[in-house]
């Protein structure tokens, strides 16, 4: 199996755009969670789905922000519109488990608002 | 304000020593206790957890220690390889089931 899939690897932007970030789950997986990593506050839970569900959305920052899973190996995480302070690098992660042990992470989406 | 703290942002450590790194939590009512370690470019992978029901879990080099009057553990490696060298975060979750990470910890281990 190729792992958690993340697209893009690196998006550049200027602030006001939309930005859309794709996450393909390991295949079996039911649970996705959407995390952004900053030097400020390390990684944080935006959203997580479950059987694509989502469960708990309280992280995401703002409206700006959504999350969607179209389907069950899927999911896109819009911003619209991006603002610099958005500039972080975002990581998706699948789970086959209630364990927080079992989450296997993607590589992330380095994301640069101007 | 931040729950989990990892009040060093970096640490280097000589080959074969013992590598510590700290973890802080603020949250009284966190029961189960993360490591994850990233390398460059690459997304965080579980290390080791331990429970609040105990003090002390180990795994071949790496045990985690759980202190939960001072709200404080740890992650010892020992010994130390080049191969540690990642960044590490400490994560805690409590009734909600949220996972909350700290900012994390750089160890460098060198030869």
């Known amino acids: 199996d190729a792992g958690v899939i993340q697209s893009p690897r690196h998006e550049v932007t200027e602030m006001g755009q939309e930005v859309t970030l794709r996450c393909k789950l390991i295949s079996g997986h039911n649970s996705l969670f959407w995390y952004r990593q900053t030097m400020m506050r390390g990684l944080e839970l935006l959203i997580y789905?479950?059987?694509?569900?989502?469960?708990?959305d309280s992280g995401m920052p703002e409206d700006r922000f959504s999350a969607k899973m179209p389907n069950a190996s899927f999911s896109t995480l819009k911003i619209q519109p991006s603002e610099p302070r958005d500039s972080a690098v975002y990581f998706c992660?699948?789970?086959?488990?209630?364990?927080?042990?079992?989450?296997?992470f993607g590589p992330g989406t380095r994301l640069l608002v101007l | 304000d931040q729950q989990v703290k990892q009040n060093s942002p970096s640490l280097s450590v000589q080959e074969g020593r013992i590598s510590i790194l700290n973890c802080d939590y603020t949250?009284?009512?966190?029961?189960?206790f993360l490591w994850y370690k990233k390398y460059p470019a690459e997304g965080p992978t579980f290390l080791i957890s331990?429970?609040?029901?105990?003090d002390k879990n180990e795994d071949g080099r790496f045990t985690v220690f759980l202190n939960k009057s001072a709200k404080h553990l740890s992650l010892h490696i020992v010994p130390s390889q080049p191969g540690d060298s990642a960044v590490y975060f400490c994560a805690a979750m409590g009734n909600t089931d949220k996972l909350i990470f700290g900012t994390g910890t750089r160890l460098q281990v060198f030869p």
């Open positions: 949250n009284s009512m966190f029961d189960y």
């Open positions: 992660a699948s789970s086959s488990g209630t364990g927080w042990e079992t989450q296997y």
């Open positions: 331990i429970s609040s029901i105990k």
């Open positions: 789905f479950n059987n694509n569900v989502p469960i708990d």
